[in-house]
């Protein structure tokens, strides 16, 4: 059975990371990182342009968490609360006990294994406490760094799309990759 009610909410912890709840204090760290070019590069949405768009965000990921239709946690250091980037389990189709993963770390922050150590404490979520039977990501194919991490955590490629994502006044490519349970093993 695929368990989606995220009350209370889950907590995950690694051994350099706590994955915490959002809270409306985040927002001013999705601003900086949403409204960054070079962190916006693949991700094929506008800019953010204030503190009201991230409120907002933030609002639209509480709402979809409270209808347990996705959850979103917070990536922070166990040395502050401070929040450094995000990974969620969103698109849940649960009829196909399938989830979408997605995640962000600021510039800052990368290249130092941190989001290795989130990705894994997320599935490791979505297969043993959600149920899930397998975990996709939707990819920019220019996004190698984000390939690579996948990959290392056992997802395999199943599709590519040409020009299927309209943006910015021209059309994007994406490649999906996924993971299935029977192909996973935990790190934990």
């Not at 994955?19 to 960054?36: G, K, N, Q």
């Amino acid at each position: 059975m695929l368990v989606t009610n995220f009350t209370p909410f889950p907590t995950l912890k690694t051994n350099r990371l706590l994955l915490r709840d959002i809270e409306l204090a985040d927002a001013e760290h999705v601003l900086s990182v949403r409204s960054d070019p070079q962190m916006m590069q693949y991700i094929g949405r506008p800019l953010m342009t204030g503190r009201d768009e991230a409120n907002a965000w933030v609002e639209v990921i509480k709402s979809n968490q409270a209808a347990n239709e996705s959850i979103n946690w917070m990536i922070t250091e166990h040395a502050d609360n401070e929040a450094i980037g995000n990974i969620c389990l969103w698109r849940i189709e649960k009829h196909n006990y399938r989830a979408e993963i997605g995640y962000m770390l600021a510039a800052s922050h990368q290249g130092k294994g941190l989001m290795q150590e989130a990705i894994a404490a997320v599935i490791a979520y979505g297969f043993n406490d959600m149920g899930l039977h397998s975990i996709e990501a939707n990819v920019d194919p220019d996004n190698q760094a984000s390939i690579k991490l996948l990959e290392r955590n056992g997802f395999v490629r199943e599709a590519y799309y040409r020009e299927n994502h309209y943006f910015d006044g021209k059309f994007l490519d994406s490649a999906v990759y996924s993971l299935v349970v029977t192909n996973y093993t935990s790190p934990y």
